[in-house]
């Protein structure tokens, strides 16, 4: 198996068997002793991320084609604020390389900014806390380097899509903590072909793995 399908399958193994755990494991009581989240207004992570896209209904000119996308594996920021110990908004914030391919040739490298604004529920069991959350992504192309496959790519179009989330964290102390995060995005891009001005089209619907460490305050 090569090390980006390992990165992709290790955190949704790791994460069901947390969850496993979690869900069988009696509910501690929310206070401020056995809750180190308690109180809690601002957690800031930084994650390691695999960008694994789950391309679908690829068109070029109208006509069915064979487009997909190469996964990414980039850093990643995200802020979330609590407004109390079970409700909080999460900002997701990363930029990722990949290469789109008709076929099995490469037809232009594309940079996307996808962030990713959740509205997500918590459920703090001790140091162990996990949630899920739901929200709107935004992807905007910021650059793309077409090959002379297909004549080159003039322009991309940004599009918004829907998001889910589901993940956990746990408390190392009173201020750090460690995380794994999945995400499913539904996101359509757009392209128009530069010979001939071909319209193509994709559904990237990218799952997103992802763990790291936050700090909270």
Not at 156 to 174: K, L, M, R, S, T
Request: glycine share 8%; charged share 15%.
């Amino acid at each position: 198996m090569k090390p980006k399908h390992l990165f992709t399958v290790l955190p949704a193994i790791a994460f069901a068997l947390l969850c496993t755990t979690a869900i069988t494991s009696p509910v501690v009581a929310d206070t401020s002793a056995s809750n180190p989240w308690a109180g809690t207004k601002w957690l800031i992570r930084g994650r390691l991320i695999d960008v694994a896209p789950d391309e679908s209904n690829g068109t070029v000119g109208g006509a069915p084609a064979p487009l997909t996308a190469d996964n990414s594996i980039v850093p990643e920021l995200d802020i979330t604020y609590f407004f109390n110990d079970n409700i909080a908004a999460e900002l997701i914030l990363a930029v990722s390389p990949h290469d789109v391919k008709l076929g099995g040739t490469v037809i232009s490298d594309v940079l996307l900014l996808p962030p990713t604004l959740t509205l997500q529920y918590h459920h703090p069991m001790g140091a162990f806390k996990p949630y899920v959350g739901a929200g709107l992504n935004y992807t905007a192309v910021i650059s793309s380097d077409p090959t002379a496959a297909i004549g080159g790519v003039d322009d991309w179009d940004n599009g918004f899509g829907f998001a889910v989330q589901a993940g956990f964290d746990y408390a190392i102390n009173d201020k750090w903590s460690f995380n794994m995060d999945v995400k499913k995005l539904w996101l359509n891009v757009d392209a128009t072909v530069t010979a001939g001005a071909i319209p193509a089209s994709v559904d990237l619907d990218p799952w997103i793995f992802g763990i790291g460490a936050g700090y909270r305050f």
